[in-house]
């Protein structure tokens, strides 16, 4: 029987809280919904994760920090899994995920995804995290990276990354 | 044909169309006209070359010989792709690759739409996580087709005129063959001919607003899925296979 530090799950995802998406550091993969499950089988740690989208290519990079932090921490008999299902979707953020979000200059997803209005765009009511002001607009459905949009605030004229729903 | 060689085929079209449209879009890359709208190319040409993997590696899972989807993409040669022509045709200019994003995105997303509905679990879960992503390409196309169409004299000239030339390679997006027929039966794969009906009313409100005349449907070019290309995928793939090629053991 291999030696754990700690085989209590609630441990191990206060290790995987140190895992963060490169591209918004801010955040952990618990914060953004990308850490689905983590379960014993048997001896080995699975740890299921989900890609915000299809084409991100901060995954591998996820990837890999989970095996490092498990393995400093060690936990070397660790499996990684991606499924697709069900698909990730910005509601699944964390309350204080959306507040990093704010306080790190992008705004926050609005509402739930199931909102026709902001997929296609029309909502207007993307508040800038500069100056609170909600008098903004949609410069471009797609910014730096997949997951944001290109904003820019009518009043205190700053240009600013929206999370987009999905 | 076997279920299983019918089933591989079936994925590669979909992967393929995928791929080479994502690759022709990567090619805006540094080159759009303007800086938000090169980005959004590639945002969505990320979109789809991150679809195309999903695809390939259930196509390598389902082949059962070992390859992977690098291996898909890099070490097969022309006649071994099944895109559909109009993902090949060039970029022309930004007229002319968004009427191709528009023809191709509003074909892809009833297309994925009805893909959820797959008895394979697996490629339901593949649409369903891409179909939120085809959502925003379609929109964005459809935008664009818009604000060209009803634009100026000269946009909406250019605009008519790539309508014009690439309304030859929407045919095959809808041509059904023994392929297709299988995967219907096996309630896996997608009825082309009830998609048509949502992709007609979609093309024909969008062209509208856009003050844009629907081309008449005359000869349309085929083969793609077939394996019968255009001489502009050849290009494309002495492009994109060169250093996987020239340098097999290239690790990033």
């Known amino acids: 029987m291999a030696v754990y530090p700690a085989t209590d799950i609630t441990e191990i995802k206060k290790i995987l809280e140190h895992v963060v998406d490169p591209e918004i550091p801010v955040l952990t993969i618990a914060d953004l919904g990308i850490l689905r499950k983590v379960e014993w089988e048997g001896e080995q740690l699975l740890v299921t994760i989900t890609p915000t989208y299809s084409g991100c290519p901060a995954m591998k990079m996820i990837e890999e920090e989970i095996y490092s932090k498990l393995k400093q921490e060690g936990y070397e008999n660790v499996v990684v899994k991606s499924v697709l299902s069900p698909a990730w979707t910005t509601d699944w953020l964390s309350p204080e995920g959306r507040n990093k979000l704010e306080e790190y200059g992008i705004a926050p997803p609005l509402h739930a995804s199931a909102d026709k209005k902001i997929l296609l765009g029309t909502n207007k009511h993307v508040r800038c995290p500069r100056c609170k002001s909600e008098n903004t607009e949609m410069k471009s459905q797609f910014g730096s990276t997949a997951c944001k949009a290109l904003y820019v605030c009518r009043d205190c004229k700053e240009p600013f990354d929206y999370f987009k729903c999905l | ?252």
């Not at chain 2, 040409?45 to 993997?53: E, N, T, Y």
């Not at chain 2, 607003?209 to 083969?223: F, H, N, V």
């Open chain 2, 1 to 252: 044909m076997t279920k299983q060689e019918a089933l591989f085929e079936y994925l590669l079209r979909i992967g393929d169309n995928s791929l080479i449209i994502g690759h022709r879009m990567g090619e805006w890359c540094g080159h759009g006209p303007i800086l938000e709208q090169d980005i959004a190319l590639i945002n969505i040409a990320l979109d789809h070359i991150g679809q195309a993997r999903n695809w390939l590696q259930l196509a390598c899972t389902v082949e059962g010989k070992g390859r992977t989807e690098d291996d898909l993409a890099y070490l097969r040669d022309a006649y071994d792709f099944r895109n559909v022509l109009l993902c090949e045709q060039p970029n022309g200019h930004w007229g002319d690759t968004l009427v191709r994003g528009f023809l191709f995105d509003t074909f892809n997303y009833e297309f994925t739409k009805a893909m959820t509905q797959s008895s394979n679990s697996d490629m339901a879960d593949i649409a369903q996580k891409s179909l939120k992503e085809i959502s925003y390409h379609k929109n964005y196309s459809c935008d664009w087709m818009i604000r060209l169409g009803d634009g100026t004299e000269e946009s909406h000239e250019k605009m008519q005129h790539a309508l014009e030339n690439l309304w030859k390679y929407s045919g095959e997006l809808f041509r059904m063959d023994e392929v297709d027929e299988m995967m219907i039966q096996e309630g896996i794969g997608v009825d082309l001919n009830e998609i048509k009906k949502e992709w007609d009313k979609t093309v024909n409100e969008t062209l509208e607003e856009a003050t844009l005349k629907r081309p008449e449907d005359g000869w349309m070019q085929k083969g793609g899925k077939k394996g019968v290309h255009t001489e502009y995928l050849g290009y494309i793939l002495a492009e994109m296979q060169f250093l996987p090629r020239a340098y097999p053991d290239a690790k990033w």
